[in-house]
Nanobody, 124 residues
Framework: QVQLVESGGGLVQAGGSLRLSCAAS????????TGWFRQAPGKEREFVGA????????YYADSVKGRFTMSRDNAKNTLYLQMNSLKPEDTAVYYC?????????????????WGQGTQVTVSS
């Protein structure tokens, strides 16, 4: 069972950048599709992006497309989320997740493993 630990959150001004990392406990990290979700206060947890096992295919929510970049380093068992041009509406707790699904998992219930989350706050 893979365990995930996020890091890199913090407070940033609008227009700034942050890079989130998600470290996985298992050497079988490469066997999972991995994704990022976020949850703002009072809102549902929403899909941010997903990256396939080999990292060749990456899918983004429309709200972050062109500003956020996902990547993974299977040798280091680590997932990344580079966030640029941040907006106040990006403020949320960001979660990384791992899925055994195939294809393009964008739904929360397709992910069986979750990190504890890291807070990102964007000030205006």
């Amino acid at each position: 069972q893979v365990q995930l630990v996020e890091s890199g959150g913090g407070l940033v001004q609008a227009g700034g950048s942050l890079r989130l990392s998600c470290a996985a406990s298992e050497r079988t990290f490469s066997s999972y599709v991995t994704g990022w979700f976020r949850q703002a206060p009072g809102k549902e947890r929403e899909f941010v992006g997903a990256i396939t096992r080999g990292g060749l295919n990456i899918y983004y929510a429309d709200s972050v497309k062109g500003r956020f970049t996902m990547s993974r380093d299977n040798a280091k068992n680590t997932l990344y989320l580079q966030m640029n041009s941040l907006k106040p509406e990006d403020t949320a707790v960001y979660y990384c997740a791992a899925s055994n699904a195939w294809g393009r998992p964008t739904l929360r219930n397709q992910y069986g493993y979750w990190g504890q989350g890291t807070q990102v706050t964007v000030s205006s």
